[in-house]
């Protein structure tokens, strides 16, 4: 489902930039400006803020978004090396600990007793 949300995301992209005349280059980013550019950092975290007001969610860090993502990716079986590709790990070794938090998650689950 992600993937081909993110395939979606893209061809939106591309579809945006042909219409303005412009070669799309989006230098290996998967979100950027409406001018193909990095995101802004301040910028992202007022989105990330901004988004968490809006689902009611309590305070929580972009970080531990991506921890979870990488987790849950694990958890439902996606193999390790895509996983890896998408959290943009260099060592293999930095990845499988997701693979370690996502059985000791599952071990809970099994167990009946809740997360901490």
Do not use: C
């Not at 989006?26 to 992202?44: E, K, N």
């Not at 590709?85 to 000791?104: K, N, P, R, S």
Request: glycine content about 8%; hydrophobic content about 40%.
């Amino acid at each position: 489902m992600v993937v081909e949300l993110l395939r979606a995301h893209r061809a939106r992209q591309q579809r945006q930039y042909e219409l303005i005349g412009r070669r799309w280059d989006p230098q290996g980013l998967v979100f950027t400006t409406a001018w193909g550019q990095p995101l802004d950092a301040g910028q992202d975290h007022a989105a990330w803020e901004a988004l968490l007001v809006r689902a009611g969610v309590a305070d929580s860090r972009l970080h531990a978004a991506r921890h979870s993502a990488g987790t849950n990716l694990v958890a439902t079986g996606t193999d390790i090396r895509v996983v890896q590709e998408i959290l943009g790990h260099t060592q293999l070794t930095t990845t499988q600990i997701y693979v370690d938090v996502a059985q000791a998650v599952k071990r809970r689950r099994s167990t009946g007793r809740s997360p901490r």
